[in-house]
């Protein structure tokens, strides 16, 4: 997936892959904010995720969009394992933009500048920790200043996309090896210096494979997706219990 600095000049299939994760190239039609704005002024974000979803409740919306931005974080991890590479950009080149998608107005992503690089393995420990503190430890943390939703929410939002995404490359023999490297390094206790007290990553496997994981209620707190119009409570939310 190499895009020799012309983020336009994508194959189809390269498209297709961003497309399928309500990640897309270039300037929104109907732009919101760029990540810079939600993380300097989370409540004017806000405010204009709850336009766009329909989710009143502050809590609900919060959740609404890390899930969003959950998405693109999960598929950064999958560039990384399939590609070895990573977009790399500032701020407000990640915009957030409204976007119809199954007849439903969402919160999309575009990168609107910015770069896949090349990522060199003995670099994938802090490359993952940029990641993971750009996009949902500095989210989160810009979401608690507006809403009462917690920070593992945020997290666990995260974690649901990119269990699928373990679970299929772990099966794969040509992806396999390089999956459980970074799976490694998620559940390393080390990754999370800084992040959190430990690797909620860990915590959340508790021990087990992704793919023992997929039909079971791994998550410990909810997404808030029943209480978004139009969407529906996830298979196996924690309330059900």
Request: charge should be negative.
């Amino acid at each position: 997936m190499r895009y020799n600095g012309d983020m336009m000049n994508l194959t189809q299939e390269q498209k297709r892959q961003l497309n399928s994760y309500s990640i897309y190239i270039g300037e929104p039609a109907h732009p919101l904010f760029t990540l810079k704005t939600l993380k300097s002024d989370p409540e004017s974000a806000l405010r204009l995720v709850r336009a766009v979803s329909g989710a009143e409740n502050p809590t609900v919306a919060a959740s609404y969009f890390s899930r969003r931005a959950g998405m693109c974080t999960a598929f950064q991890l999958y560039t990384l394992i399939v590609y070895e590479e990573v977009w790399e950009g500032p701020n407000d080149a990640l915009q957030f933009g409204a976007v119809e998608e199954f007849g439903k107005l969402s919160v999309s992503m575009f990168l609107n500048g910015g770069d896949y690089t090349m990522a060199e393995q003995a670099d994938y420990t802090e490359i993952i920790r940029k990641l993971l503190q750009a996009y949902v430890k500095e989210v989160s943390d810009a979401l608690l200043t507006v809403s009462a939703a917690p920070s593992l929410t945020h997290w666990e939002n995260m974690f649901g996309f990119l269990l699928y995404h373990l679970h299929v490359l772990l099966s794969d023999p040509g992806t396999s090896p390089d999956a459980e490297a970074v799976m490694n390094i998620l559940k390393d206790g080390r990754t999370w210096e800084g992040l959190a007290k430990e690797s909620l990553f860990a915590r959340y496997l508790r021990g087990s494979h992704p793919s023992l994981l997929l039909n079971t209620t791994v998550r410990t707190t909810c997404c808030h997706s029943k209480d978004v119009p139009g969407l529906m409570q996830c298979g196996y939310c924690p309330l059900k219990r």
